[in-house]
């Protein structure tokens, strides 16, 4: 791989026209739909679901009417008004249409849809449903502006919006502590990854004076090796952020707290592959350092590695999902840290995995749904018979989550294990090994998840839901089930509908630059596949051995290897979280309370008290207080006049 | 920098200068009658009118005022001591100008939000308002005063009311509050005034000897003055002024004050008050003694980081609820600091543009905070939990407020924070990113705040108790504490729009605030680090 990439052509800006120009809608219905849900108050209960749901789908049609529209295959910028603005620094609220924030819109607002829909009957029984939808437009709002604006701040602007959104969603049963502070451990681990952007912003106008994507990637070539180095790696601080990348992974798994349909939406689809946006977005800066990409590459690596083992421990379906996502995200970081050919990779299996990871989602919640929300899957079992249209759609999720042919995840996955392979030197043993590895454990936790929650025994039947009364599992109405019907067919055809041609590839081209095809890649293509496909059938083989042949105990075995211990333990990243940051945060903020009190505040009581002799003496001052005030000013002042002339004149 | 004598302009601008004055002694007026006032409900409609005619009158102020016109505006100049050359002159800038219109704003919704407050036995309320008219005029006269003598006036001037208020309205130990916030402004006044004099006699040497506290003339002569002599009468300012805007050491008043303030009180404190220190970095400090401020800068620039995490620190870890918006504050002031000393015009107006939405948000928070107490009559944070449940808009205005008060995009603070940050960065790199990391304290101390008060199942002392004893805990049906009412809402919508559209919009406080930045960087000397000109 060369040191770096040479400068495409400069990137071709124009001003938006047309539908284009009037782009802001896909923003505003969303925002005007929380607005009203959640200033109107109880006033919007009886509708309010159906105004959420008509401003996405709102959204989506106008997404649908640009990327149709004429010059969805160019870079378009429409500038709203000047936001802030302070002699060098300008920043624009703008919008950039292009194909790459083009697929995020019909993406965001096509899944978030069918979230929707999906909510109506989910959230049937919740007294606040119409601030959930609230919550969700204010969700799809956020994240529009975090792919459609035209600078780096308004990225920044979407970039916590959506982290408010992900806060308020996941803390959504705040009589639950675990929800509460959840929800806290999110945000605060977000905002440690926004320090990181907002630096990179810094940066970026210390050095050219403007934070404008055009502008910045105009003049890119104007910074230093190690600036770009730097801004590369502090972008990817909050891409880890934003995306659950190591090191600060361990936000998302709890956040599946929240209610399903958000872990689907937000936590699966849409907000935490931000990161990756972020990185395909800021590709003229990252195609300018060899180390940034590096970094980035490491890190996607290692992520997809402890998402699959954490993965293949837990016995929460939606912590083995959460895990899930961990690692799929950590297959696009790796993508995106290829560089030009990467980047569309990545942007492409994100797309495949919105939607088969959705569906996922809605799928364990539909089976949460009918197990009175009980998510062990110990206490699964046996639930395809009862459950035939969940089962169905799941198991086309799973298939094209674990990459088997002809389903989307082979063609999209496939492609980034042997961009990986395509690597020089070690690189290519290291990432495609790990990447190759990572595929095996994945076809492994998956199927374990699938025989433990649909085959086997019905072990619900002999026990108690947590409110003591017996399971009934049944099919969901067909308000949830449509959604997951639709998402399902996407999982089938996406992949080979997108690699067909390099159709999407080539789709993306104008904001990602062409594809560079990999030459001398230290495998064959149809090796890789075949290696793919095998360590795949493999995991599947392993966990049919493990789980899928006998029965499952119901509570879990306490007797198990240091290995699985630490991945029940989430391989201790929360361990150390809390011995390096919050456990001496808390104990420095305490001390500091004691010290302010009894130290600071100590020595300032003591000078008063020995200026006013005593605290009686300063009773006694405030009886009279302004004669002796006045008197003790003019006694200093004289002092003072005395001293200041004394210096003057000697 | 505009060098147009004084004079001239007091007789250019005659058309605006009774604004000022009108301005300035409305709310004395007001106050002196309310004191007379013997019904507590025409006390309050009394003081609730003189207060709204008063924000009436800050619109006129606000259109007349050109933001590229001549550095001092609305102008009005009348001899006073000539002997030693002082006049009472009036006339404002543009960030004297913002602050006015703060007071304006901030008053009314003060009256509005103290309406229901139980004053202490025996105490009217004709007292408590008429205090607080007379307190607006020394805020207003602090930011509108042109003559050091003046403004060193009403700087003390302000002590008297709020000493008042403290001492006779405030909690359980406001006499020791009052007392400790009078002794501190004492200390810091004495200082000041010993410079204010010192000043005036140095002035002689740079202006054709003839000593003069009229701002105008030394803001261009004193750059002539020697280092040695510009430190030490920069020290004397600098350190009334580190005492109003509490940089940490001098912090520890103001937690006292805080938390023993009636609510009302507290938000003037915070809001205003204390924004006197760091208005007096722009108007006196920086342009007064530029190169003792390019020598002292970096103090100060540690006195502030130290103080964005000091106070964000304590914040997390306090538990009385009111002496959390002190430590906020102190955090926040930190930020201010910060952006004045790191000399680039994004920074400075930053700073300046933080000491409006620090007014608003923190204002906001603090009023939310006092709805919390009045319904479950406890200060600490430990008598609380699960609030939300039993007061679903209380919650989502604490943490709307909360939200501002931690900078999040699209809501005001966030646009002053991060001018103040990209502005320092190219100067003070290290204090940028330090005071970066401020902003993942700023999140640790809102919600986990939050989440005690208003999150899990309901508990804690204040509310349990209320509800009716342990047995109802949980249970909204039997709890007796009622969501917000008309009057809080009423009180609190001004400042949720007012938060919101400058999150989006803050170039009406922007454009009247960057020809005084750019006017206050100047006269330092210094170009702008990124497109100086």
């Known amino acids: 791989m060369s040191q770096t990439f040479s400068l495409a052509a400069a990137e071709q800006v124009i001003p938006a026209s047309g539908l284009a120009s009037s782009a802001w809608l896909l923003i505003a219905l969303p925002a005007f739909g929380a607005l009203v849900l959640l200033v109107g108050g109880r006033r919007t209960n009886a509708w309010g679901h159906l105004l959420g749901i008509t401003t996405v789908v709102a959204s989506f049609a106008i997404g649908i009417a640009l990327f149709f529209g004429s010059g969805s295959n160019q870079i378009q910028e429409a500038n709203l008004f000047s936001w802030i603005d302070v002699n060098a620094l300008k920043v624009d609220f703008g919008l950039r249409l292009d194909p790459l924030s083009i697929t995020f819109v019909l993406l965001i607002t096509g899944v978030g849809s069918l979230i929707h829909i999906y909510s109506v009957g989910y959230m049937a029984d919740d007294d606040g449903r119409r601030r959930f939808f609230g919550y969700l437009n204010l969700f799809v709002a956020a994240m529009l502006i975090l792919v459609l604006g035209n600078s780096f701040v308004t990225l920044y602007l979407g970039w916590e919006g959506v982290g408010l959104a992900s806060y308020l969603l996941i803390g959504w049963y705040q009589n639950r502590p675990s929800a509460a502070t959840a929800a806290k451990k999110a945000f605060l681990m977000n905002r440690v990854g926004d320090v990181g952007l907002a630096v990179a912003i810094f940066l970026l106008f210390k050095n050219l004076g403007t934070t404008q994507y055009a502008e910045v990637f105009a003049r890119v070539g104007e910074l230093s090796p190690g ?88 016995d929460d379906i939606k912590k083995v999902l959460a895990y899930s996502t961990v690692s799929q995200i950590g297959y696009m970081i790796l993508a995106v840290g290829l560089g030009p050919f990467g980047y569309a990779l ?75 392979f395509g690597q020089e030197g070690w690189r290519a043993w ?28 019905q072990r619900w039947k002999d026990l108690k839901a947590e409110d003591g009364s017996d399971f009934h599992p049944h099919e969901s109405k067909p308000v949830m089930t449509v959604p997951m019907i639709v998402l399902a067919i996407g999982s089938i055809g996406a992949g080979f509908f997108f690699t067909q041609g390099e159709r999407f590839v080539n789709w993306l081209a104008p904001s990602l630059q062409p594809l560079e095809k990999v030459e001398h890649g230290v495998l064959s293509h149809g090796l890789i596949q075949i290696l793919v496909i095998g360590l795949s059938v493999l995991g599947v083989l392993l966990a049919w051995l493990f789980v899928g042949r006998k029965d499952v105990p119901v509570v879990k075995p306490a007797r198990v290897s240091p290995v699985v211990k630490a991945a029940r333990a989430d391989l201790y990243g929360n361990h150390l979280n809390e011995a390096l940051v919050s456990r001496p945060g808390t104990w420095l903020a305490r001390a500091l309370v004691y010290v302010d009190n009894k130290g600071v505040d100590g020595l300032v009581n003591g000078i008063a008290a020995s200026f006013g002799g005593s605290s009686g003496r300063l009773r006694r001052l405030q009886t009279g207080f302004v004669r002796s005030y006045a008197l003790s000013m003019l006694a200093s002042g004289i002092l003072v006049v005395a001293a200041l002339l004394m210096v003057r004149f000697s | 920098m505009n060098t147009q004598p004084a004079a001239m302009i007091a007789g250019t601008s005659g058309g605006g200068s009774g604004l000022l004055l009108a301005l300035l002694l409305l709310p004395l007026l007001g106050g002196i009658v309310v004191a007379f006032l013997k019904d507590d409900r025409m006390a309050k409609l009394t003081a609730l009118t003189v207060s709204l005619v008063e924000l009436v009158l800050v619109v006129p102020a606000w259109i007349t005022y050109v933001p590229n ?68 005029t020394g805020m207003v006269g602090v930011f509108a005063a042109t003559d050091v003598f003046l403004f060193y006036v009403f700087f003390e001037a302000v002590l008297v009311p709020m000493y008042f208020l403290v001492g006779r309205f405030g909690g359980p130990r406001r006499q020791y509050a009052a007392m400790k916030f009078f002794l501190y402004s004492l200390l810091g006044g004495l200082i000041m005034l010993a410079s204010v004099i010192g000043l005036y006699v140095v002035s002689k040497d740079y202006n054709n000897g003839v000593g003069t506290l009229d701002w105008q003339t030394l803001s261009t002569v004193m750059d002539q003055a020697p280092l040695s002599t510009q430190i030490w009468l920069f020290l004397g300012f600098f350190v009334a002024f580190a005492i109003k805007a509490p940089l940490v050491p001098l912090h520890t008043w103001l937690p006292d004050a805080t938390a023993e303030a009636p609510i009302g009180t507290g938000v003037l404190l915070v809001g205003v008050l204390d924004k006197i220190g760091t208005f007096g970095f722009l108007r006196y400090c920086l342009p007064l003694f530029p190169a003792a401020s390019k020598e002292l800068a970096p103090l100060v620039l540690i006195l502030s980081v130290l103080g964005i995490v000091y106070g964000a620190l304590l914040a997390a870890g306090q538990n009385d609820m009111k002496r959390l918006m002190a430590y906020i504050s102190i955090a926040h002031f930190g930020f201010i600091g910060l952006g004045i000393f790191a000399f680039s015009t994004q920074s400075i107006a930053g700073s300046a543009l933080y000491m409006v939405n620090h007014g608003l948000a923190t204002g906001m928070l603090f009023l939310v905070v006092g709805m919390v107490i009045a319904r479950g009559d406890s200060r600490s944070i430990r008598d609380y939990g699960g609030l939300a449940k039993l007061t679903p808009v209380l919650a989502g205005l604490f943490l709307f407020a909360g939200l501002a008060a931690l900078s999040l995009p699209g809501l005001n603070s966030f646009v002053s924070e991060f001018l103040v940050l990209v502005g320092s960065y190219p100067n003070a790199p290290v204090y940028a990113i330090i005071g970066a990391v401020g902003m993942i304290l700023a999140a640790a101390y809102v919600l986990w705040a939050y989440q005690r008060v208003f999150q899990g199942p309901v508990r804690g002392n204040a509310l349990v108790g209320l509800s009716g004893g342990p047995g109802t805990a949980g249970d909204p049906a039997k709890a007796s504490i009622a ?18 559209f400058l999150g989006f919009y803050p170039a009406p406080v922007l454009d009247v605030l960057q020809p005084t930045v750019d006017a206050t960087l100047q006269s330092v000397g210094l170009a702008d680090p990124v497109g100086g000109k």
């Open chain 1, 227 to 314: 600036t770009v180095t730097a801004i590369t790696i502090l972008l990817l601080l909050g891409a880890c952020g934003k995306s659950g990348q190591f090191p600060l992974q361990a936000w998302l798994p709890d956040a599946m707290e929240g209610p399903t349909p958000v872990s689907a939406l937000i936590h699966a689809a849409t907000m935490v592959t931000a990161g990756v946006y972020l990185i395909a977005r800021a590709n003229p800066l990252y195609n300018l350092s060899a180390d940034g990409r590096l970094v980035v590459i490491v890190i996607g690596a290692i992520t997809l590695l402890i998402g699959c083992v954490i993965g293949c421990a837990y």
């Open chain 1, 346 to 420: 990545g942007i492409m299996h994100l797309v495949a995995h919105g939607f088969f990871k959705a569906g996922l989602f809605l799928g364990a919640g539909s089976v949460m749904h009918a197990m009175k929300d009980e998510v062990d899957m110990r206490k699964y079992g046996g639930l395809w018979r009862i459950m035939p249209i969940t089962f169905g759609t799941f198991l086309l999720g799973y298939l094209a989550l674990i990459g088997i042919p002809p389903f989307s995840g082979f063609f999209t996955k496939d492609a980034i294990i042997a961009a990986a």
């Open chain 1, 430 to 457: 290291v990432f495609g090994g790990a990447a190759l590895l990572g595929a095996g454990l994945t076809a492994f936790y998956m199927t374990r998840l699938v025989l433990m929650t649909f085959f086997g025994k």
């Open chain 2, 69 to 136: 016109g001549s550095r001092i505006q609305l102008a009005l100049s009348v001899d006073w001591i000539p002997n030693f050359g002082i006049h009472f002159s009036l006339g404002i800038d543009g960030i004297a100008l913002t602050m006015i219109a703060l007071i304006g704003i901030l008053t009314p919704i003060v009256i509005g939000g103290s309406w229901a407050d139980k004053l202490p036995e025996g105490r009217g309320a004709a007292g408590f308002y008429s205090l607080l008219l007379v307190m607006q």
């Open chain 2, 483 to 500: 969501d917000l009412g008309v009057r809080e809402k009423v009180v609190l919508a001004p400042l949720v729009v007012l938060i919101i």
